[in-house]
């Protein structure tokens, strides 16, 4: 359980130093008893002139307990309502002392740990630059339960708590005093010092002791949610939210119709009591569950490196080569960069690595503009990148990631060219995204040390890097991989080898049966909006343009000419036939040439008229049943690649697919949907799907087993 | 009526003080009506795409309840989309009037089967907030000496002789048999507990009655309208009442109808529709009126409303059981019993707003189903409803069991 100590100094003043049992402070079961026994405790207190919150721990408080809150099921609702009102009950009388109180914020307060800083009247945090403060919990379908949305709404004013509570942003210590979410950013030294300075310094001034919903006359800033400005804004607000959530996260909509309530329609205490409700009606929902178990628990495990063999010691990269300046090449040379690697980048001139360089200074620029980085900074980042023509140029780089196009021909003559160019015990990796990582190895001298380093574009903002194992790839090799992700701020999954590996491969699938849609007759635009509907970022359609019809002709026909696929079993062979006409009778090759399936102009995008030669006015298919074939493509290629052990764990395969390829946030990820829409019910749908639209929708053996078995995947 | 109007279901929410402290306080009152609309769906197995229309009284129907909150509530309740809603505005008669309109549609056969009550969530949306010349245009009240409704219930008691003590043991009565009939489970069919969006119920029964209520208690209270009526109120209402001495200022807020927050929901439709969905017709609305009287005391409508009633339906006092006369005031329930001669032991037998509060435009669909409810449990066959209405208006309901 740990404690809360409890010291009271010669001038009345009680400091409580929350120490829980384990490496942080949580709203665990243990919380209760002593956050209650404290309150009564102080509440008993004789010559009481204040409180100081502070922690024993790194971090101030970690907030709630989410493996509790994902236990909690539909019979469990009310039993929570009641544990949340009787913390609520305590914060309520924590902030009604009468006394001063302070939250000395030693490191980070996130979550329910932020809530407990609200209920003090003064928040003091140590400089750190590194602690974060906020209140994270919609990005994991959930609200901030325990007084946040009402207390930080009637803090900051609706506007302004609307990106930390809708959005979940965390701040670091300074740029929480900027907002007003605390009040003072001391020396971490002087943190407990200043809390005692600042209760001695308001010493019988009732005030200071009182709460802001507390005190007669108090006014929201920016008004309440009933002025005309703020229900526009209001209304605009969940618009917005609509368009980001597809109205299926529910998280957000509760927070904004929280707060809502909150800034001038009830009082403050029913706005908490409704907070609360609003709050525990989220706990079952299948998309919280889904949210919690992916983006926290699996997230925690990808992240936490245990795909990594442990008994390789930890390796920085200190000097990176990069082959080819392109898209992707300069995406890497970019997030690279940005982590302080000095950066070799290579392409066949010295003027196509000179424009791979501009490029990146584009980025950089951007984030000047913005007012993220100063220009110092950014002139520091470009300095690290070095462009050049000659390989020597590369000589001594312990990783050296070639980014040329994807033609095994040019591939191989690259590797050979400049692997013995690596520093000692140097590493290579390929940033292909569809040529097996066994047979570039082939030509590999050392292929213990060959690997695939798998991108996302655009590099700058996707933070997946799938990690692929080629089957000579050495444990050392995969280690320094990892740790090269990490370095960079990438989220690394460890795949084995296989065609397309785990991401292309799966991409592919919903990719192509979108086009089947299109070439069995059905209204592209009707397939593009359910896909969107489903929660997907973008449109099927919209997303081959994107990487270009021609090169996906290319690589498919790359890959039936190196044997990885057989023409004879393609499960569409309608969709190949009708990308084949597109690209060599339409010339409609993509988005770069402005034709693809869509028209570009000038007002976006519209759908190219041409593909009503397609269109069957006899075809008939339901809403379900166009959003199911695309999701169901995706699900069951990530259950054959775990079947197929190319994915390697359940937790890689959920975050591979919610950060690299559009798993829409609310499944969890293409297998833990399957967990929370029930086992029996996927193969029930995949054996629909099959016997209306193909045999590609045949559930796999390790579906049946799970559904057999009634065990989840994990 | 050229096709009778059934009345199939009569359903309220439970009231509770309309304040920041009241227990309703939380809930929007479009799911306040929503959920109502919810509890007639379940009941009856409702096929919603059947319902013509959704009539709800509001007498303030801006901020949380403006744009049409019966379109609204209907959609809240993901009813049909093919079912319309209006929101009507007859100060208190609202709720009624919206009962009275839904007969008149079916009546006509214009329409089959219509939903009508009312939604008032006076602690979010507080009296007056719709503002309106009749009490805050200086030039109009000036004109037609529009004094406040307690003015002219101390008026009614000053000319008819309710004495304090008359009027506070009339409010002592309404609590005496308000608590009776909700704890004997009386008013149990028809009250619907209000639950949040995940099942937990917020209140289950009307919870502004204070059953210890007595005497004593109620002569500590202090007038609610002697101050008013002292910054030239009173001299406004004698200008129209010039026989008067003085207004004697009676009611105060123990012997007034209470401010609380409510809905209340009556499923009204023709036989036919009734065969058709298997709905079986409770009472019928055998006649309806609403007239105008002295708009300056205001609330001397509900006696002639009635009588105007019982004459369009062929009947006598005798031929009804029982009398709902909204209790805004003592003073009004005690002038409707002069006006028909009623003994109060057939009035309001089970209290009314004096107890158990008037969510202004919910009330009138509130005493149907307290009145359908009384008529089942004592066995009896015609029931009249009234209520005193803002500028002089009066509105009656005459319903018979079937």
């Known amino acids: 359980m740990g404690e809360f100590r409890f010291h009271q100094d010669a001038d009345g003043i009680v400091t409580v130093t929350m120490d829980m049992d384990g490496p942080v402070n949580t709203m665990s079961e243990a919380f209760w008893p002593l956050y209650s026994g404290t309150i009564a405790r102080l509440e008993a207190t004789e010559g009481l002139t204040g409180v100081i919150w502070t922690s024993a721990k790194d971090t101030f408080f970690a907030g709630g307990d989410l493996n509790m809150l994902r236990s909690v099921g539909p019979d469990d609702v009310e039993r929570m309502f009641g544990a949340v009102e009787r913390v609520k009950a305590l914060m309520r009388r924590h902030e009604r002392l009468g006394v001063p109180t302070v939250a000395a914020i030693n490191g980070a307060a996130l979550g329910g740990g932020l809530e407990l800083c609200l209920a003090c009247n003064r928040r003091i945090a140590a400089d750190n630059p590194k602690t974060k403060i906020g209140l994270p919990e919609v990005t994991l379908g959930l609200l901030p339960g325990g007084g946040g949305v009402v207390r930080l709404t009637w803090l900051l004013g609706l506007e302004a708590a609307m990106p930390y509570l809708l959005e979940g942003r965390q701040v670091s210590p300074d740029k929480a005093q900027e907002t007003g979410i605390v009040h003072e950013v001391v020396p971490a030294d002087r943190l407990l010092s200043r809390a005692k300075e600042w209760i001695l310094s308001v010493r019988g001034d009732a005030a200071a002791a009182t709460q802001p919903w507390d005190m007669k006359g108090y006014r929201i800033p920016g008004g309440p949610s009933t002025s005309p400005r703020n229900m526009t804004r209001i209304a605009g607000a969940a618009a917005m939210l609509y368009r980001k959530t597809r109205g299926l996260l529910p998280a957000p909509v509760h927070i904004l119709d929280t707060m809502t309530e909150a800034a001038g329609k009830v009082d403050f205490d029913t706005a908490t009591r409704y907070e609360s409700r609003r709050f525990v009606s989220l706990l079952p929902r299948t998309e919280t569950r889904n949210m919690i178990s992916t983006l926290f628990f699996d997230m925690n495990k990808v992240r936490g490196g245990a795909s990594r063999p442990k008994d390789v010691p930890p390796a920085q990269v200190r000097r990176l080569g990069i082959l080819g300046a392109g898209m992707m090449g300069h995406g890497i040379a970019f997030s690279a960069a940005m982590a302080g690697i000095e950066v070799v980048l290579k392409d066949i001139s010295p003027d196509a690595a000179r424009r791979g360089r501009d490029r990146v200074a584009d980025l950089l620029d951007r984030r000047v503009e913005k007012g993220r980085m100063t220009p110092d900074a950014r002139n520091a980042v470009l300095a690290h990148i070095t462009p050049t023509d000659r390989a020597e140029d590369l000589r001594g780089c312990d990783l050296i990631i070639e980014a040329v196009p994807e033609r095994i021909e040019v591939k191989d003559a690259v590797l050979r060219e400049h692997e013995e160019l690596l520093a000692e015990g140097g590493f290579w990796g390929s940033n292909t995204s569809t040529l097996p990582i066994t047979r570039l190895a082939q030509k590999a001298r050392r292929p213990e040390n060959f690997i695939g380093l798998h991108f996302f574009s655009p590099v700058d903002r996707m933070p997946l890097l799938e990690i692929v194992l080629g089957e000579k790839t050495g444990d050392e090799t995969l280690a320094r991989a990892f740790d090269f992700a990490r370095q960079i701020g990438k989220t690394p999954i460890v795949v084995n080898d296989g065609t397309g590996f785990y991401t292309s491969r799966t991409i592919g699938t919903k990719m192509i049966e979108a086009v089947q849609l299109v070439a069995e007759g059905h209204d592209p635009v009707r397939v593009e909006n359910l896909t969107r509907a489903l929660g997907m970022p973008t449109g099927m359609l919209a997303l081959l343009d994107e990487v270009q019809i021609k090169l996906v002709n290319e690589i498919h026909d790359t890959q039936v000419k190196m044997g990885l696929l057989d023409p004879a079993k393609e499960p569409n062979p309608e969709a190949r036939a009708l990308l084949a006409e597109m690209v060599e009778t339409h010339g409609r090759t993509g988005k770069a040439a402005g034709k693809g399936f869509y028209d570009y102009g000038p007002e976006g995008r519209t759908i190219w008229p041409g593909l009503a030669a397609w269109r069957d006015a006899n075809a008939t298919i339901p809403d379900e049943d166009i959003k199911d074939r695309i999701l169901f493509r995706a699900v069951l290629e990530s259950l054959r690649c775990l079947e197929e052990s190319v994915l390697r764990s359940v937790a890689e395969g959920n975050v591979g697919s919610i950060l690299g390829i559009g798993a829409p946030v609310w499944t969890g990820g293409y297998i833990q949907f399957v967990n929370t829409f029930g086992l029996q019910r996927s193969l029930n749908r995949c054996d629909e799907l099959a016997s209306k639209y193909g045999n590609r929708f045949a559930p796999p053996e390790i579906l049946k087993r799970h559904a057999a078995e009634n065990r989840p995947f994990t | ?402």
Request: hydrophobic share 45%.
């Open chain 2, 1 to 402: 009526m050229a096709t009778p109007a059934c009345i199939f279901d009569a359903i309220r929410t439970p009231r509770s003080r309309g304040k920041p402290d009241g227990a309703l306080h939380e809930v929007k009152p479009v799911q306040l009506a929503a959920g109502l609309l919810r509890e007639l769906q379940a009941r009856h197995d409702l096929d919603t795409a059947r319902v013509d229309d959704v009539i709800l009284g509001c007498v303030d129907p801006v901020g949380d309840q403006g744009a049409c909150i019966a379109k609204a509530a209907a959609q809240a309740a993901h009813w049909d989309e093919s079912v319309p809603g209006v929101q009507l505005d007859r100060f208190c008669a609202s709720g009624l009037e919206a009962v009275n309109m839904a007969a008149a549609k079916i009546g006509s056969g214009q329409q089959d089967l219509v939903v009508a009550g009312g939604v008032e969530s006076m602690s979010r949306v507080p009296m007056l907030s719709a503002g309106g010349a009749m009490f805050t245009d200086p030039d109009f009240v000036i004109d037609q000496l529009s004094v406040p409704q307690g003015i002219g219930a101390d008026l009614i008691a000053t000319l008819d002789g309710y004495s304090r003590e008359e009027v506070d043991a009339f409010a002592v009565e309404s609590h005496r048999r308000a608590a009776r009939a909700r704890d004997s489970g009386w008013f149990d069919r028809s009250v619907v507990p209000v639950r949040d969006e995940n099942g937990i119920v917020i209140l289950e029964r009307d919870d502004f009655i204070k059953p210890d209520t007595d005497m004593q208690k109620l002569a500590a209270l202090r007038p609610s309208f002697a101050q008013m009526g002292a910054y030239g109120y009173d001299d406004m209402a004698l200008a129209k009442y010039p026989q008067v001495e003085r207004i004697r200022h009676v009611h105060t807020p123990g012997n007034s109808s209470g401010i609380v927050d409510g809905a209340s929901a009556v499923l009204i439709g023709s036989e036919r529709v009734g065969r058709e969905l298997g709905l079986t017709p409770r009472a019928r609305i055998l006649a309806a009126t609403v007239i105008a009287t002295d708009p300056v005391i205001m609330l001397t409508g509900p006696g002639p409303a009635a009588k105007k009633c019982l004459a369009r339906a062929g009947l006598t006092v005798d031929d009804i059981d029982i009398w709902e006369i909204n209790e805004a005031f003592a003073s009004v329930a005690l002038r409707y019993m002069r006006d028909l001669g009623l003994e109060h032991a057939v009035t309001n037998v089970n209290g009314g707003a004096i107890a158990m509060g008037h969510p202004l435009g919910a009330t009138g669909g509130m005493l149907i189903s307290i009145a359908l409810d009384e008529l089942e449990r004592r066995g009896g066959r015609r029931a009249m409803i009234s209520l005193c209405v803002g500028g002089g208006m009066g509105i009656s309901t005459l319903i018979e069991r079937v």
